[in-house]
């Protein structure tokens, strides 16, 4: 009897364990409570928070980055939706798994590292969880050991996706390539123009006047006028050169207040230089505009004409600049060949320069739409953000 009577109380005993095992399960999978592990002198046991706490649990829900509890081996006992959506997973089958899983296999030993480091203090680190195909999600992991009064043992670790973040650093990374190579190929062109012109005609005016000094007066005195005006000639192309170049790198113009300006002086540069007739239209002079944004407008609507004298085949083009809402927009039309946009802009050699425009654009908060069409022309729009005039702004007098 007493052995019977031991195996029923064991048996009841057992029971009982697994009833509150499977309710504290069905609560946790259920979202119903939170839970830790507790560690006692007779073992560990699962603690579960009661619906007292739902206030929290709502919040955790609601956060915009991911929440997960884990117990100190890691496994997961609770995520909240944000989390679930960035790995696309069911909070069931995230339940009960190792959250190292969920990590790269070659993030992992920094993981484990950073994890028995845990301590009341945040522990962080970058990291790449699995995504849906097995691709990864750059996260950041601040890492919590929770501890209470009662000896509740557990790990918080907030993930935040940092996958904006790291596309943001590849564009600049991207762009700061593509701004040493295009000051590369200006260098190259001002070293071009040096070399291959100026420096030559330089040589020849010192080679000519070394021959008038070795004639010493004896030579004919039409030849010698001759060479002098040959010389004449020579340096006053060396100095067209080295003055255009100077205008060309460094518009003294720019250093005004005014847009339209600086764009009125362009469009007399592009018909000496190149033969090209731009009419320039200017509801507004854009003087609400930083120097650095104006020289960025002022080299994208270069570039733009540049273009048009390159490819558009057509001798005219306008420049229109406008204003409404505190949004300028810029316009550079003409009726050339015209070209197939999308075509274009997936090709990155064919597209390079309008690509760097169009990005520089956009790191400063302006956007660009192009309309194109072969035989018909081409359309480009520039969309500037402008600062509010406080000046036309009435203020009211205080009583």
Known sequence: MPKKKQALDETTELRKQLAETEETLEAIRQYLVDAFVVKRSNGDQVVTLTDAHFPYQMMVE???????TVIPDGTIFYSN??????????????IGTSFRD????????????????????????????????????????????LTTTEDVSGIAILATDISERIRAEEKIRSLASELTLVEQVERHRISQVLHDDLQQRLFAIRAHLALLKGSNGNGNSSENDTSIDQIQNWLSEA?????NLSINISPVVLRGDGLAEAVTWLASQMEEQ?????????DDDFNRLEEHMRVLLFQAIREFLFNIVKHAGVHQATVRLAHENNTGRITINDSGRGFDVASVIHDPQAAHGLLIVKDRLGLMGCSIEIVSQPSVGTLVTINVPLEPNLENIPHRRSP
């Not at 939706?81 to 995230?94: P, Q, S, T, W, Y």
């Open 81 to 94: 939706a944000c989390f679930n959506n960035l790995v696309r997973m069911d909070a069931e089958k995230l």
């Open 274 to 282: 190149f033969g090209l007739q731009v009419e320039v239209e200017a």
């Open 102 to 145: 969920l990590i790269l296999s070659e993030d992992q030993p920094a993981f484990d590292a950073i994890l028995s480091e845990a301590g009341q203090n945040a522990t962080r680190g970058e990291f790449r969880l699995r995504g849906p195909e097995g691709a990864g999600i750059p996260v950041q992991l601040s890492i919590y050991k």
């Open 62 to 68: 609601s956060m915009n980055e991911g929440a997960i």
């Open 239 to 243: 100095i067209n050169i080295t003055r």
